[in-house]
């Protein structure tokens, strides 16, 4: 399973990007989609996550009613995170990972590659 995250960028406080994370490979295990953030010095932290089915999605605290994630298909083989109302503090390279539900929690098995998003003051 390799998945390939792309979209990220510098913006202006206040204003929004959208994250993409295209998963190719065997898709049928594993189907769960989670978003992850590290920023410099920190450790990496949850951001956003969905379920297989698309139904049950999860937000950290510091995302909630900003960011959304969301699926194109069943199999969430391309999902998006959109990003609004970006903060200096959303500052970070993220991160998409593919894995199971584990109660409320999104377990990730597989990694991507960070995407940097870098909001400026």
């Known amino acids: 399973v390799q998945l390939q995250a792309s979209g990220g960028g510098l913006v202006q406080a206040g204003g929004s990007l959208r994250l993409s994370c295209a998963t190719s490979?065997?898709?049928?295990?594993?189907?769960?989609m989670g978003w992850f953030r590290q920023a410099p010095g920190k450790e990496r932290e949850f951001v956003a996550s969905?379920?297989?089915?698309?139904?049950?999605?999860?937000y950290a605290a510091s995302v909630k009613g900003r960011f959304t994630i969301s699926s194109v298909n069943t199999w969430n083989t391309l999902v998006h995170l959109e990003m609004n109302s970006l903060k200096p503090e959303d500052t970070a390279a993220y991160y998409c990972?593919?894995?199971?539900?584990?109660?409320?929690?999104?377990?990730?098995?597989?990694w991507g590659q960070g995407t940097l998003v870098t909001v400026s003051s």
């Open positions: 990972a593919r894995g199971d539900y584990s109660g409320t929690d999104m377990i990730p098995n597989y």
């Open positions: 969905i379920s297989s089915n698309g139904r049950r999605t999860r």
């Open positions: 490979g065997r898709t049928f295990s594993s189907s769960a």
